[in-house]
């Protein structure tokens, strides 16, 4: 090779060397993953977020790290993502709660204009339940026995303007019943207050499992739109007769604006998280529900959900 050569091989080298680089760059992900649980450590939610960050890292080749952010109703993950560069790198999780914040109180955010919604993987499930001993052995016995005793009965929640407040509002509303709310900090306050004697009613989720397996409670009904396999003897709010369907998806967003081939490549990951035996498992010992909705049908239920809440919460009296 001479020198001419020699120079015009240097020249191609050097052109194409920053387009390799650029491409490299490019490849997503090609560096850590963080997924913000917006709730403390060791509860259902972080460790059903912990499954699932093994099972997306397993398919992306790259580590998924949790990060715990509690407060502000569920919410921090979301306001975290206003200032998140969009480039898949950090993410969270969405609780439907945070559609219906913005009508309680003044947000920092907006659930639509502010994050891009990736898919949804599992569902929560309101349960109604009562101690083992508790005289009413179905929902039914219980509205019986709120109709006859107005304000007779208190129900603990993990909070207001939860979802689990919501179940017996709208029952409540429905059904001219006064109940009288008691809120929690989270579900095991309100199983605590429960097992103690303080209520006589809690809606919980599907942490309640163990307690109703050991035989200490008793769940009455759920709020779901079918029977969760892990309370397939529980009827449902509807079969019981009552109009009160609650659901509470839970899914993987991130900040507005992320490239849509970055979307696509997280949305597989999570579907193929649904047929994952590990992440399964996890999802079984708590009881708790996978449920799967893509990029588009989890955006356009962002969508809907957020209009319907002001609804719900105007005609529930939640905000007075």
């Known amino acids: 090779m001479n020198k001419f050569e020699t120079l015009v091989f240097a020249g191609l080298i050097a052109s194409i060397a920053p387009v390799a ?28 977020g ?26 921090m993950g979301v306001i975290e993502m206003m200032n998140t560069k969009p480039d898949g790198y950090r993410l969270t999780m969405a609780p439907v709660g945070i559609f219906r914040q913005p009508y309680l109180q003044k947000t920092r955010y907006d659930p639509i204009r502010d994050l891009t919604y990736i898919a949804s993987f ?8 009562v101690a083992a001993d508790s005289p009413f052995k179905t929902i039914n016995d ?9 304000g007779g009965i208190e129900y603990g929640t993990p909070g207001r ?20 709310h008691v809120p929690y900090k989270g579900d095991s306050e309100a199983i605590a207050s ?8 809690a809606v919980v989720t599907n942490s309640v499992l163990p307690f109703m397996q050991s035989g200490k409670v008793r769940v009455l009904a759920t709020a779901a739109d079918v029977r969760p396999e892990a309370f397939s003897h ?25 490239p849509q081939d970055i979307v696509d490549k997280l949305d597989k990951a999570v579907k193929t998280a649904m047929s994952d035996p590990a992440f ?13 909705m893509d990029n588009q049908t989890y955006t356009k239920f962002a969508e809907t959900t957020f209009k319907a809440e002001k609804d719900i919460i105007q005609s529930l009296g939640l905000n007075d």
Do not use: C, W
């Open 122 to 129: 599992l569902t929560y499930d309101f349960m109604v339940t």
């Open 142 to 150: 219980m509205v019986s026995f709120a109709k006859k005793n107005p």
């Open 161 to 180: 303007f939860t979802g689990n407040q919501v179940v017996l509002a709208k029952l409540g509303k429905d059904d001219g019943i006064k109940f009288v």
């Open 280 to 292: 399964k498992k996890v999802l079984e010992n708590y009881g708790v529900r996978t449920f799967y």
């Open 194 to 201: 429960l097992l103690g004697g303080h209520t006589q009613v």
């Open 50 to 75: 912990r499954a699932l960050g093994e099972s997306l890292g397993r398919q992306l080749k790259q580590p998924v790290v949790i990060e715990n952010k509690p407060g502000a109703a569920g919410s």
């Open 21 to 48: 680089a650029v491409q490299a760059q490019d490849v997503y992900p090609n560096k850590p993953i963080t997924i913000i649980v917006p709730y403390g450590p060791g509860g259902t939610t972080d460790v059903v």
């Open 234 to 258: 529980v009827p449902t709010m509807k079969e019981a007769g009552f109009n009160v369907e609650v659901p509470s998806p839970l899914g993987l967003a991130g900040p507005k604006g992320m």
